[in-house]
Structure formats: structure tokens, C-alpha cells
């Protein structure tokens, strides 16, 4: 067999230098949203940090499947529990020429913490780092950090002498306190593509780089041009008509279509996000019920009947024609520290569900308002809809208030006072760990160590608290998954959110390629091929 | 003349400074701009900072004083989302929008003014009456529905046309422009029309209605009993009456494709400023917001202006008044 294979791969080699000068081959997409900037410590966003992906590389990369492997950093040990040694890749070259080295590495991750930048709490994972040798540096960090690698993934490097040249050694501010930074406009990364031409919103040329490092990507494209389009009907034609070889997102109500069509296809795989209904239980009255005096989300029974009432398989086939995944735990599969068996969801019984009312005291239910975002998530007021419905049906009437993305997420964030009691939100661990999802959703607000911001409904557990503490610094792995483990089955048996599912990642690829479906939606270049 | 353009311009400031006084106010009620500025993590902290480094937290008054004082200077300020000045964005947008807007405000004469001529004329015409059947169409199908439609059938069935963008552009200066090349004039006939077919339909219901009316009138049976060409009656003495009311809604109409490229743009991702606009609105991003309906507003006025002007010449009736 290994035989054979190296007989194949000879036969190939031996066909390519025949077939050279290599065709150039392109590569035409389409996304619903656009790049807003070029400059990859401006805005901590899946889409740019995707497609900036292939431009700029950090020490560490993703591969298709999520796993952590050597980028510019071929490799890392710890040395204490808080300082890490990374040996850095010699004899790679930024586009411009210039060569990257440990200085590089000081200077971008002092930019990403630069005035501007959106990147601060990654910046932050790393308290110091000391250049040994242009290609030894020890990044210390503020305490026990077992997932920082983690962090380092979408931490880009830029070139310390080409940003220095061009007056971009702060990530682009929104205020544009410096006007025309270059580095929102221009790139120079060390990534497998080259930005040819960008104009925000209309249309992003790049072009292979001939020198890069990697020789082993399966790639075959030498050119990649990104149109937005942000409707979706045109989306989807613009990809049947041929004109462009992948978009995405692709409605799920449009898959039967694609499908019907000559020549494309629908992909489809469960993406990292969790969507997930919070519910107030900080105050003692809810803002938006006419329980008044007492609130029922704070009674666990009255948590549970919601979750018995709601059928998420429904939900799957009608709301998203089958596509999503019904989760019964706030991280996804592809996430660190999931556990198999806490991801059953609750049971659907609305028996059961409204027993648990009536023992909780609210026999003929009571009436909650329901926030909700229309344009942010796959099918998100759809399934608002379709939860209201069920939760009528064992006498909770849920008044719903779909709003767009901007005004919901004004209303229920920190920013807006937590101003909800029944809401829908999605999450997707930046660092791929559950670490991150605890640490924002689960556990209590605290203003002061600024976590569990994002717990718009304040659930609150001491040994959940103390848990997450724990896990975040702990280094050995069973140890911590472990503790994860305990946490999310505080969690659950508590009820302290209602998991929804995972939403599908909905991409319409032309026969003509080959592509890898990243799960966090990231389209990587380095996985196109073009047939 | 002088004054009256001078009065004019007087008043186009006025209705501009109202138009961004309402548009502004209306700002407060889309959302927070922050949270589409930042990604999940973001702190708190850094969001208050943000929007204080913004100004966004200046009483409402104090924030539309100083977008009005820089906008005077021609300053719109800088784009939330993309990071650049407005006015260099709305630059590299303003040739597509101005493009696509001409050619449908041509062919909507060029098609509108003859086929209301006509459809006047032969009234009782199998083809007047399929016309007029049409143009319903027209007027009642939604903007929308018509780019998706012209897009199904020339762009995924017959796949002669493209189906978005507007191609290959090639750039006089800061001006671009797709007239010159064969991608570019087939990317703008699909949108072209869609944009154009309302307008079409409009102009030449309207042209039609005056033309019944004028041929009425005494002066036309007086030109018949002269024993005058029927061609010379037609389109010398009667389209030439009907013109008043047509060149007044022909301008307001040209505005309005300026305006209203908005659906058609962003249905054929048009790249031009109604696209800007529109993500502009579900961003939250105020200074495109602001700048675009400030825009808008300039271009009616300058179009109103340009209306009054063009009666002076039409109208000698005017002309007597003024004289007078």
C-alpha cells in the first residue's frame, strides 16, 4: 500500500512538472456580509478573522477539522504553569519580503492590545514576552492558562518594520483618530494568499503566494475573488448561474433548490454555535410578566417545565427542515470539554410540564415577554415563534418582541441593562473551549472580575463559580475535563439554560470545487480545490 | 432669474438642515451602533469607552451641531464599520449609483414619452390596449419581485445576462464607469430596467393622459383646419403642451431613481450608494446614514431647481410674467 502510494505520488509529481507552467485557477465566492477591514486586529468577528485567516497566520493554526497545529510557531512547551517557550518557524517571509522573526511576534501582540484594537482580550492571555533569540520567545501569562494556544490561533502576526513604515502600529480605530490607517486598506501577512485589491463592499482580489512557507496545502487556486452579496435570492442565483463556485449562507428553505439545480449542491454541517434560551433569575420580580411581587424563574420546577415544553425536534424539522442538531448542553461537539452524555436533551413532555406549574404554583401558567433578535441567527424569530406556540400549549403565554440585531442586542446586553426576562442567544466559544462559555454565560455576573457578562439572566451557582476558577487554571487535561463535566451537570440538572440546538452552517458549492466546511464557518483557502 | 435661483439656493439650505434634523432624530431609534463594532468578547468597559470616543453619548443636539458644522465643511466623518471617511466611500459608490440611474432615466424617456404618444393616439389599437395592459404590470408588481424575476429567467435560466455586480469597470479619475466595457453595459441592462420599468409605466400613462387632453383642446382642431400634417399636429403643437407636467414629474421621478436604486441595487448587488446605505441601516453605521440622506436631499433640490429653471423655457408664459 505504502508502496503504491509513493509510486502514485511520483506519477504525479513526474505529470505536474510535464503540465507546468501551472494553470491558473479561480476561485470566485460570495458571502451574505463583507470585510470591513483589512487590518486583522480591528474587529473580533468570524468572517474576517476567517478570511483574514489566509492572509495572516497566527503561532498556531486551525486545520479542517479545529485541531490546534504549528503556524508560525513550530512548537510551544510550557516551562511553569504560567511561561510558555515557542521555538518560531525560521526562513518565513511576510509578502512585502521582509522576514518574520520573534520581533514580529512582540510587536502584533503588543498591537492587538494597542487603543482600537478588538482584540484586547486576546492580547491579554499574555502578560509579557521575552525574545531569546529571533526565534525563541517566552510569553509569560497572568495566571495558569492551559488553552492559551488556543488564544494564539486568531492572534495575527503583522510585520513590525512594514507597520512601523506606514504608521499602523495601532490596530485601526473606529473613531478614526488616524485617519487612512494603512494597515485597514493594505495588507502584509505571512498567509498562503496575497490581498491584490480590496474595495469594502464590492469586491477582494487575492492572489496566491508563491512563497509560502507550507508546500503541502491541497490547494490548487491562484486567485480568489470575494464579492458580497446580501440578498439571498441573488446569492443563490449568482451560484446556479454559475457566475460564482461557493456562497454562503444559503437559506435552509432554499436547499431542495440547489439541490434540484444542475451543477451545485448544498453543504451543510452543524456549526460550533450553540443557540440557547436564557431566562431572568436575578430579579425578584421580572421586568416583562404579570406575575408581579415574586419570580417564577427563580422556582427550578417552573425552569424545567419550559424545558419540557419545548419540542426541539420539532423545531429541527419544521423551523430548520431538518438541519439542525437539538443539543441538550450549551457547547457543541467540536468544542473542548463537551461531554457526550449531558447532550440528550430534556425529555419533550408537556405533561410533565405543566405538573411542574401547578406544583410551582402557577397552574393555569402566567404571561412572559420574549426577546428576541430577527436577522442574527439561521431561522432565530422562526424559532421564537415556534417556542411561543409551545409554551401556549401548557398555558404560558409568551408575548414575543423580535427585534433586528441592533436593537435586541441594545436591549439585552450589559449595555442595556440586561432589559429582558425570556430571551434567545447563540454562542460560539472564541477559544473552541468550554472554558470560555462558562466563564461568559454560566457563571454570576460580576462587574469586578468581569465575568459572566454575558449571563443575561444572572443564573448563579457558588460551586459552578468556584469550578470555572479551577478549570481555568488548571493544566492537566482529565483533571480538568473532569471539572467541566461537573459544571455542565450543575447546569443541567439545575436548569439553568434551555439549549436549543446546534444551527446548521448552510454553504451552495458548485460541482466544480472542492472545499472544506470549517465549523466555525471559516472558509479556508487552503482546503479549495478547483477540478 | 438671478434672485429667483438665489432665493432657491437659500431655501435648498434650509430643507437640507431639516432633512438631517429629522434623519438624525430618527437615528436614536435603530439601535447601538456599538455592539455591531465589536466582536462577542468585548469588555464593557471598552464599549463605554467606544461610545464615548465616539461621542455617542453627547446630548442628541450637541451631536447633530457638530455632524451639521463638519458636513458644511464637506467633513461627513468616519464610517463605524469600514474605518475610512465617508466621503471617500460614497465617492467610489457615486458613479454606480449615478450610471445606473441615467441610463434607466433614458430609457424610461426613450421609452415612456413615445409609447404614451402612441398609446393616445391609437387608443382603440389591439396593441394600445396590450400596452396599457402591461404597463399595469408595472405599476402594481413591486421593485423587488421584478429584479428577482428578470434575474430567474436571463441570469439562471437563460444565462444570457449576469446576475449581480455591475463587471468589468474602468476608472476615469475617481469616476468609474461600465460603459466601456461588454461585461459592464450587460451588467446594467438587467438592473437598468428593473429601476426604469415603474418609472417607464408612469411617464407614459402621464404622457398619454395629457396628450387625450390637449388633443381636445381648440388650438389642435384649429391646426387640423389648417389642414396641418397630422405629424406636425401630433408632436409639434400637442406633445409640445404636454411637456409642463411631465418635465415636473420627470424631474421629481429622477430623484427618486436616485433614491429608490436603493431596492434595485441591493437586489442585484448593485455596488452604488442605496447598497451603502442599506447595510448602512442594519450596521447602525450614523455617518454613512446621515451623509446619504443629506445627499438625497441635495440632489431633489438641485433636481427642483433645475425643473424651474427648464419652465422658464418651455413656458413662455413664464417667461412674459417674469418680464413683467
Known amino acids: ?531 | 432669474m438671478i434672485s429667483f435661483i438665489f432665493k432657491r439656493l437659500l431655501q435648498s439650505i434650509v430643507v437640507m438642515l431639516a432633512v438631517a434634523l429629522i434623519a438624525f432624530s430618527m437615528f436614536r431609534f435603530i439601535g447601538d451602533p456599538i455592539n455591531n463594532m465589536v466582536g462577542q468578547d468585548t469588555t464593557q468597559e471598552e464599549r463605554e469607552a467606544l461610545a464615548e470616543r465616539l461621542g455617542l453619548n453627547d446630548p442628541f443636539f450637541v451631536q447633530f451641531g457638530r455632524f451639521a458644522l463638519h458636513a458644511a465643511e464637506g467633513d461627513f466623518g468616519i464610517s463605524y464599520k469600514y474605518r475610512e471617511p465617508v466621503s471617500t466611500l460614497i465617492k467610489a459608490r457615486l458613479s454606480a449609483t449615478l450610471e445606473l440611474s441615467f441610463v434607466a432615466a433614458v430609457l424610461t424617456l426613450v421609452v415612456g414619452i413615445p409609447l404614451g404618444v402612441y398609446t393616445a393616439l391609437k387608443g382603440k389599437g389591439l396593441i394600445s390596449k396590450g400596452i396599457m395592459t402591461l404597463s399595469l404590470v408595472g405599476v402594481s408588481l413591486p421593485t423587488f419581485l421584478i429584479g428577482i424575476l428578470l434575474i430567474l429567467l436571463f441570469g439562471v435560466i437563460l444565462r444570457w445576462l449576469p446576475t449581480f455586480g455591475r463587471g468589468d469597470v474602468v476608472a476615469i479619475g475617481w469616476w468609474t464607469t461600465g460603459f466601456l466595457t461588454a461585461s459592464g453595459i450587460k451588467s446594467l441592462i438587467l438592473p437598468s430596467i428593473t429601476l426604469a420599468l415603474f418609472q417607464m409605466t408612469l411617464i407614459m400613462r402621464l404622457v398619454r393622459a395629457e396628450m387625450l387632453e390637449v388633443l381636445r383642446t381648440d388650438f389642435i382642431k384649429f391646426a387640423r383646419a389648417r389642414g396641418l400634417p397630422d405629424r406636425s399636429v401630433h408632436f409639434k403643437h400637442a406633445l409640445k403642451n404636454t411637456l409642463v407636467p411631465v418635465i415636473t414629474v420627470t424631474g421629481l421621478q429622477l430623484g427618486a431613481l436616485i433614491a429608490f436604486a436603493i431596492i434595485t441595487e441591493s437586489v442585484f448587488q448593485w455596488p452604488g450608494m442605496g447598497l451603502l446605505f442599506i447595510q448602512a441601516v442594519s450596521d447602525v453605521d450614523i455617518p454613512i446614514m446621515a451623509a446619504y440622506l443629506v445627499l438625497i436631499a441635495f440632489f431633489f433640490v438641485v433636481i427642483n431647481m433645475i425643473v424651474d429653471i427648464l419652465y422658464f423655457t418651455v413656458d413662455p408664459r413664464l417667461r412674459a410674467d417674469s418680464a413683467a
Open chain 1, 1 to 531: 500500500m505504502k508502496l503504491r502510494t509513493g509510486l502514485f505520488a511520483a506519477v504525479a509529481v513526474a505529470a505536474l512538472a510535464v503540465a507546468a507552467p501551472v494553470q491558473a485557477k479561480t476561485f470566485k465566492f460570495a458571502f451574505q456580509g463583507d470585510l470591513s477591514s483589512l487590518d486583522p486586529h480591528s474587529l473580533n468577528e468570524s468572517f474576517l478573522l476567517g478570511t483574514l485567516g489566509n492572509v495572516y497566520e497566527g503561532l498556531v493554526l486551525y486545520d479542517d477539522q479545529m485541531n490546534v497545529v504549528p503556524g508560525l510557531a513550530v512548537s510551544w512547551k510550557t516551562l511553569t504553569p504560567t511561561t510558555w517557550e515557542f521555538k518560531l518557524r525560521q526562513g518565513v517571509k511576510f509578502h512585502g519580503g521582509q522576514d518574520f522573526t520573534a520581533d514580529d511576534v512582540i510587536f502584533s501582540w503588543q498591537r492587538a492590545g494597542s487603543e482600537g484594537s478588538d482584540q484586547k482580550v486576546r492580547g491579554a492571555a499574555i502578560s509579557k514576552i521575552t525574545k531569546v533569540d529571533d526565534y525563541t520567545i517566552i510569553a509569560e501569562t497572568p495566571a495558569p492558562n492551559p488553552i492559551l494556544v488556543r488564544d494564539l490561533a486568531f492572534l495575527y502576526i503583522m510585520d513590525k518594520e512594514w507597520s512601523e513604515e506606514h504608521g499602523s502600529t495601532n490596530a485601526t480605530s473606529a473613531t478614526g483618530d488616524d485617519k487612512g490607517n494603512y494597515a485597514n486598506l493594505n495588507a502584509n501577512g505571512t498567509g498562503p494568499f496575497m490581498v491584490e485589491s480590496h474595495q469594502a463592499d464590492i469586491k477582494t482580489v487575492m492572489k496566491r503566494n508563491e512563497g509560502y512557507w507550507n508546500k503541502d496545502i491541497p490547494t490548487n487556486v491562484t486567485e480568489v475573488i470575494f464579492t458580497p452579496i446580501k440578498e439571498a435570492p441573488t446569492r443563490v442565483a449568482a451560484l446556479i448561474s454559475g457566475e460564482v463556485d461557493l456562497v454562503y449562507p444559503v437559506p435552509v428553505q432554499d436547499w431542495e433548490r440547489l439541490d434540484a439545480a444542475k451543477g451545485v449542491k448544498a453543504l451543510a454541517g452543524p456549526e460550533a454555535r450553540t443557540i440557547f434560551l436564557g431566562m431572568d433569575q436575578m430579579r425578584d420580580e421580572l421586568l416583562y410578566s404579570n406575575v408581579k411581587g415574586k419570580n417564577p424563574f427563580k422556582d427550578q420546577r417552573v425552569r424545567a417545565a419550559f424545558a419540557h415544553a419545548i419540542n426541539l425536534d420539532a423545531i429541527k424539522e419544521k423551523v430548520m427542515r431538518g438541519a439542525a442538531t437539538p443539543t441538550g448542553e450549551m457547547v457543541a461537539p467540536q468544542i473542548n470539554g463537551f461531554v457526550p452524555e449531558l447532550n440528550t436533551p430534556y425529555s419533550f413532555d408537556p405533561e410533565m410540564s405543566k405538573k411542574l406549574l401547578a406544583e410551582a404554583g402557577y397552574p393555569d401558567g402566567f404571561e412572559v415577554t420574549m426577546d428576541c433578535p430577527n436577522n442574527r441567527y439561521v431561522n432565530d424569530e422562526k424559532i421564537c415563534q415556534a417556542v411561543t406556540s409551545m409554551l401556549a400549549k401548557v398555558g404560558v403565554k409568551v408575548d414575543l418582541l423580535a427585534q433586528p440585531k441592533s436593537k435586541y442586542f441594545g436591549k439585552v446586553l450589559e449595555t442595556g441593562g440586561y432589559d429582558t426576562s425570556f430571551y434567545l442567544l447563540g454562542w460560539t466559544p472564541g477559544t473552541m473551549d468550554a472554558e470560555n462559555a462558562l466563564s461568559s454565560l454560566i457563571v454570576c455576573q460580576n462587574k469586578e472580575t468581569k465575568r459572566g457578562l454575558f449571563n443575561l439572566g444572572n443564573y448563579c451557582n457558588a460551586k459552578v463559580d468556584e469550578l470555572t476558577a479551577a478549570i481555568g487554571s488548571e493544566t492537566d487535561q482529565d483533571k480538568r475535563n473532569a471539572m467541566i463535566e461537573e459544571a455542565f451537570t450543575i447546569l443541567k440538572d439545575e436548569v439553568g439554560y434551555l439549549p436549543i440546538h446546534q444551527q446548521p452552517l448552510s454553504w451552495g458549492v458548485s460541482d466544480g470545487v472542492t472545499v472544506n466546511q470549517r465549523a466555525d464557518n471559516a472558509l479556508d483557502y487552503r482546503y479549495v480545490v478547483v477540478h
